[in-house]
């Protein structure tokens, strides 16, 4: 059974900083990309960093560029958001993605709230 756990989420002032894990269990992590993906109330789930497999390739959104970064330690089965600067637009609830060409799984997310 697959599993992905997000935990490290919060509340954060604005500038601050947040580190989010994505612990998983029941697939071969390698094999698949991560990405972080976030939903705020009332829009789109919406595409945040992803890494490849070998964690030697990472992609942003414009969003976050220079402030996120994704990371992953595939000798734990783990990813990581390394979220700094954060503004009161990044609250949202931050979700952990898996996936291949043929299978795809979610964790059950994580609040996150920028706020003063």
């Known amino acids: 059974q697959v599993q992905l756990v997000e935990s490290g989420g919060g509340l954060v002032q604005p500038g601050g900083s947040l580190r989010l894990s994505c612990a998983t269990s029941?697939?071969?992590?390698?094999?698949?990309?991560m990405s972080w993906y976030r939903q705020a109330p009332g829009k789109e789930r919406e595409l945040v960093a992803s890494?490849?497999?070998?964690?030697?390739?990472?992609n942003y959104a414009d969003s976050v560029k220079g402030r996120f970064t994704i990371s992953r330690d595939n000798a734990k089965n783990e990813a990581h958001l390394q979220m700094n600067s954060l503004k009161p637009e990044d609250t949202a609830v931050y979700y952990c993605?898996?996936?291949?060409?043929?299978?795809?799984?979610w964790g059950q997310g994580t609040q996150v709230t920028v706020s003063s």
């Open positions: 890494i490849t497999g070998s964690g030697g390739s990472t």
């Open positions: 029941g697939l071969t992590f390698s094999s698949y990309a």
């Open positions: 993605n898996a996936a291949t060409r043929y299978y795809k799984y």
